[in-house]
């Protein structure tokens, strides 16, 4: 192998490695997200954990996070939750950072 085949493979490696990282944290963070959201919907123990379940496999429905937001934002307003968009937005940024800091402990 080349210098230069072995440094292509340790940038392929390292995309791939950064792309995983990447979903585990989204992940993370829906599932932080869903969370707090179940505690908002009066959901507590194995409803709250099937709730966050819902959330993390509602971001499969679509690319970006909008399909993730759009669920959220619908159930709460559903239940009489008084949010928004901007909100739930600042909430998932906030979460991200909650979401990365416990994966990289993990690993």
Known sequence: MTTFDSREQ???NKFAHDEQL???VTNR?????GQWAA???GKTGD???AYAKEV???DFEAPGDDDVLQKVLADLKQAGVETDAAALRSRMDALIDDAKQQIMSEG
Do not use: H, I
């Not at 963070?29 to 997200?33: A, Q, S, Y």
């Open 47 to 49: 409803d709250a954990a």
């Open 39 to 41: 505690g908002l919907l």
């Open 22 to 24: 990447r979903f585990k």
């Open 56 to 58: 993390v496999m509602a």
């Open 29 to 33: 963070r829906n599932k932080l997200l």
């Open 10 to 12: 340790s940038f392929e």
